[in-house]
T-cell receptor
Framework: KQEVTQIPAALSVPEGENLVLNCSFT??????LQWFRQDPGKGLTSLLL?????REQTSGRLNASLDKSSGRSTLYIAASQPGDSATYLC?????????????FGKGTLLTVNP | ETGVTQTPRHLVMGMTNKKSLKCEQH?????MYWYKQSAKKPLELMFV???????ENNSVPSRFSPECPNSSHLFLHLHTLQPEDSALYLC?????????????FGPGTRLTVT
């Protein structure tokens, strides 16, 4: 059974810092990995999706990397801003018969202080 | 309205009440999902519908009863709930549940069972 772990559970940084969020998964047979953002009491917004054949994806100040063999992904946020404060969720999609199923981590709560 | 909408956004109900959650997607998708997000736990997939047919019931108690009258609407009927059912219930949709299409999430319904 796939399990996804996110470290740290919470992170507080001053504005302008670069930061890294970590995600690990137990079964490396994945189809893709996705990073989401969730604002308090809100739904999920997709940030980046990395296919299993890719090593990284970039969108603006965000860069996500994937090392499938070691079961790890990182989300790098450059020059953090208070508006980046949210919970960041990592989810992997299996590559077997149920490859639509997303398995989520518990998330990292990020607070960027002005 | 665009994207995935959910109503109500907040719901407080007693253990003997019967209520329903509604989800509507305006994206032309064919698959719809119910997820449960409890405090300090990862998102859990509850039900999957593909072309109005239920394709997944992730061992959900019978006090949760889903209904999918068409590809655009999804309901979750609730009855005799327990306090531990208090959570954020998220709806999502995608083009097809059997393939790795990206899921789009609604804002969620915050349910409190008293």
């Amino acid at each position: 059974k796939q399990e996804v772990t996110q470290i740290p559970a919470a992170l507080s940084v001053p504005e302008g810092e670069n930061l890294v969020l970590n995600c690990s998964f137990t079964d490396s047979a994945i189809y893709n990995l996705q990073w989401f953002r969730q604002d308090p009491g809100k739904g999920l917004t997709s940030l980046l999706l990395i296919q299993s054949s890719q090593r990284e994806q970039t969108s603006g100040r965000l860069n996500a990397s994937l090392d499938k063999s070691s079961g790890r992904s990182t989300l790098y946020i450059a020059a953090s801003q208070p508006g980046d404060s949210a919970t960041y969720l990592c989810a992997v999609r299996g590559s077997g018969g149920s490859n639509y199923k997303l398995t989520f981590g518990k998330g990292t709560l990020l607070t960027v202080n002005p | 309205e665009t994207g995935v909408t959910q109503t109500p956004r907040h719901l407080v109900m007693g253990m003997t009440n019967k209520k329903s959650l509604k989800c509507e997607q305006h994206l032309g998708h064919n698959a719809m999902y119910w997820y449960k997000q409890s405090a300090k736990k990862p998102l859990e997939l509850m039900f999957v519908y593909n072309f109005k047919e239920q394709t997944e019931n992730n061992s959900v108690p019978s006090r949760f009863s889903p209904e999918c009258p068409n590809s655009s609407h999804l309901f979750l009927h609730l009855h005799t709930l327990q306090p531990e059912d208090s959570a954020l219930y998220l709806c999502a949709s995608s083009f097809h549940s059997g393939l790795a299409y990206e899921q789009y999430f609604g804002p969620g319904t915050r349910l409190t069972v008293t």
